[in-house]
């Protein structure tokens, strides 16, 4: 919350400006420290466990990363399976994801992935993102 609300928010509850040490009139600094307090421990608790704040619309961070190249996977590729993915994370990617290792039972299979499973595996990195941005 920027520095104008608390101040507002405050005066309308009853505190006062005192004179601070440069002769300006203003809310003393541990009543903005507490309204930040306030508004972290608000935040915190707004967002249970096991669960992620998410924006209505995906940040740079959220489509870059693992999202992003399983858009360019999709793209490089008609048709979509384990083993071409895993080549795909071994060449350009890297290391898999725990949650992905956990969806994906057999990394040498040629059986095609189901409709729903690739833009999953993107909304979960996007969270996974999302998450590393919120911590």
């Not at 920027?2 to 009543?31: C, H, P, R, T």
């Not at 008609?78 to 949650?99: H, M």
Request: proline share 4%.
């Amino acid at each position: 919350m920027d520095i104008q609300k608390v101040k507002e928010l405050a005066l309308a509850n009853g505190f006062k400006l005192k004179e601070q040490a440069d002769g300006s009139m203003d809310l003393n600094s541990y009543v903005y420290d507490f309204a930040n307090a306030i508004e972290q421990a608000a935040k915190a608790q707004a967002v249970q466990e096991g669960f992620v704040l998410m924006p209505t619309t995906p940040s740079c961070e959220m489509w870059s990363g693992i999202a992003r190249d399983l858009g360019r996977y999709m793209q490089m590729h008609d048709r979509y399976c384990p083993k071409t993915l895993k080549k795909y994370f071994d060449r350009f990617i890297g290391e898999i994801p725990e949650w992905m290792n956990k969806e994906v039972k057999d990394w040498d299979s040629d059986h095609a992935f189901a409709t729903a499973d690739l833009p999953a595996f993107i909304y979960m990195s996007m969270v996974e993102a999302q998450e590393t941005t919120n911590d």
